[in-house]
Structures are given as C-alpha cells and as structure tokens.
T-cell receptor
Framework: GENVEQHPSTLSVQEGDSAVIKCTYS??????FPWYKQELGKRPQLIID?????GEKKDQRIAVTLNKTAKHFSLHITETQPEDSAVYFC????????????FGTGTRLQVTL | NAGVMQNPRHLVRRRGQEARLRCSPM?????VYWYRQLPEEGLKFMVY????????ESGMPKERFSAEFPKEGPSILRIQQVVRGDSAAYFC?????????????FGPGTRLTVL
C-alpha cells in the first residue's frame, strides 16, 4: 500500500520568513496530493491540493510543488504569520476505487514573533 | 449548507462498554470515510463507505469495530468492548463521489476517552 513520509516533524520560523515542508510517497500510481492544516482540537482543513498532471500550484502565500519522477511534493508558505501556527499534514491518494487518503505524520509549525 | 457533522463531540466510556460514533455527511455527499487520530499522530484511514455499501475496510481492525452507512440516517462507527488503546479522535470525511477530483471535507471529530 501507499506510504507517505513527512519532514520535518517540527518547524519553527520567525514571522515573515518562509516555511517548507516536504513529503515523499511510495505508490507511483498516486495522483492526488492534498495538504491539510489542523489547529489544536480542530478538524483538518484543506489548504491546497495538486493533481499529478500539474507540477506547481499557488494560492496567495501558499504553494505546492510536485515531482512525480522523484515521488515527492512540498508545501511552501511565504511571509509566515502567527496564525499559520498549526500542524500540517500532507496526504496522497491512489487511483481506482482506492479513494482513501494516506497521511503523513504531520509537521508542527510554530511562527514566532 | 451545513458541513460534515459528527456526534457526540466527546465520548467517555469504561473498558468493555460500546461506543457509537455518528457522522452526517454534507448535503449531496454519498461517500463517507472514517479516520482515527491518536494523540500527536497523523490520521489513519479506517473505512470507506457509500450508501449501504462498504467499499474499503482495509484500515479497520477485524474485531470489535464495525461501520455502516444506511440508506437513511448517518454513518455509524461502532466499537464494541472498548479498551484504553481505542482512546483517540475519530474523524469522518465526506465527498460527493470517490473520484480523484473530489475533496474530502472533514467533520469536527469525536474524541473518545476510555477509562
């Protein structure tokens, strides 16, 4: 089955700096890669996603890149703000009837003033 | 347009009791997924259901756990004879279909504590 690895597990940046979180996946057939943000005690919320026919996608301060050959994808947050502090999860989904998401282990991002 | 709803939000059970967790998908969504999140860990897939059908239960323990999504009413995740290791947050998500194009929307979760 699919295996998703995520690094780093914790990340501390100063406000205004950029943050990068990286994930690798094992199943070359996976074709959908969402990123979720989860604040303490809250539900995971989708912040951006990318499909395998696209190499990069950007939404304001957030961007995601995908390298299918290397089977890795990354989340980039620019001009970080304190409200970006949360746990971020990457995920991958395969094809066919396997619609489940396989999640990474999460990255706790702390944006300090 | 209400989002995914789950109840109860918090559930306390003693070892050996049964836990029933409910999930009402978003309006128009016919696909439901259950995930379990242990403290300080990621989300682990448990089961994927459509109305009256279990599509994929590969992540659900074979014993004590069962899930259903009846024609009418919410999806139910049932845990019999709970043990302390079942303590976790259980999230359900829904999507309009199981296709790649569809985002999974998560509910607020049920936090199960087994005493």
């Amino acid at each position: 089955g699919e295996n998703v690895e995520q690094h780093p597990s914790t990340l501390s940046v100063q406000e205004g700096d950029s943050a990068v979180i990286k994930c690798t996946y094992s199943d070359s057939a996976s074709n959908y890669f969402p990123w979720y943000k989860q604040e303490l005690g809250k539900r995971p919320q989708l912040i951006i996603d990318i499909r395998s026919n696209v190499g990069e996608k950007k939404d304001q301060r957030i961007a995601v890149t995908l390298n299918k050959t290397a089977k890795h994808f990354s989340l980039h947050i620019t001009e970080t703000q304190p409200e970006d502090s949360a746990v971020y999860f990457c995920a991958a989904r395969g094809t066919g009837t396997a619609s489940k998401l396989t999640f990474g282990t999460g990255t706790r991002l702390q944006v300090t003033l | 347009n209400a989002g995914v709803m789950q109840n109860p939000r918090h559930l306390v059970r003693r070892r050996g009791q049964e836990a029933r967790l409910r999930c009402s998908p978003m309006k128009g969504h016919s696909h439901v997924y259950w995930y379990r999140q242990l403290p300080e860990e990621g989300l682990k897939f448990m089961v994927y259901l459509q109305k009256e059908n279990i599509i994929d239960e590969s992540g659900m323990p074979k014993e004590r756990f069962s899930a259903e999504f009846p024609k009418e009413g919410p999806s139910i995740l049932r845990i019999q004879q709970v043990v302390r290791g079942d303590s976790a947050a259980y999230f359900c998500a829904s999507s309009p279909s199981g296709g790649i194009a569809n985002e999974q929307f998560f509910g607020p979760g049920t936090r199960l504590t087994v005493l």
